[in-house]
């Protein structure tokens, strides 16, 4: 019974939890700030053509947003993890990294 969230010890076992769901929204919003308003620069500065490292910024930052999941719950009923937008969010930085050292 180590997450039975009753008894004396009951703000214990939600307390942690709740710093780390606070934790991964602040990084959440901070990574899609960051590499989103990157993204856009890049874009701006270098335009959109050919494909640039700036879409792939833009993409990362895009799916790292908290709000991105509030939206797709919201107009599609699909929840999305924190873990799987990480994922997302790693995935579309390593190829924007791959696509700037192969410059496509």
């Known amino acids: 019974m180590l997450n039975d969230a009753s008894g004396p010890n009951a703000e214990h076992t939600v307390a942690p ?3 780390v769901t606070m ?3 602040f990084a959440g919003w901070m990574w899609g700030a960051m ?3 990157g ?3 890049l874009l701006f500065t270098r335009g ?3 494909l640039t490292n700036g879409w792939f910024a833009l993409a990362s930052g895009i799916s790292a947003c908290p709000l991105t999941a509030w939206i797709l719950k919201r107009l599609t ?3 999305v993890s924190g873990r799987a ?3 997302f969010a790693t995935v579309f930085f390593i190829a924007g990294r ?3 050292k192969i410059g496509i």
Do not use: S, T
Request: zero cysteines; proline letters at 8%.
């Open 17 to 19: 939890q709740r710093w």
């Open 35 to 37: 590499a989103g308003g």
């Open 77 to 79: 009923g699909v929840a």
């Open 48 to 50: 959109p053509w050919p």
């Open 23 to 25: 934790l991964g929204q």
């Open 85 to 87: 937008q990480f994922a």
């Open 98 to 100: 791959i696509a700037l």
């Open 39 to 41: 993204g856009l620069w």
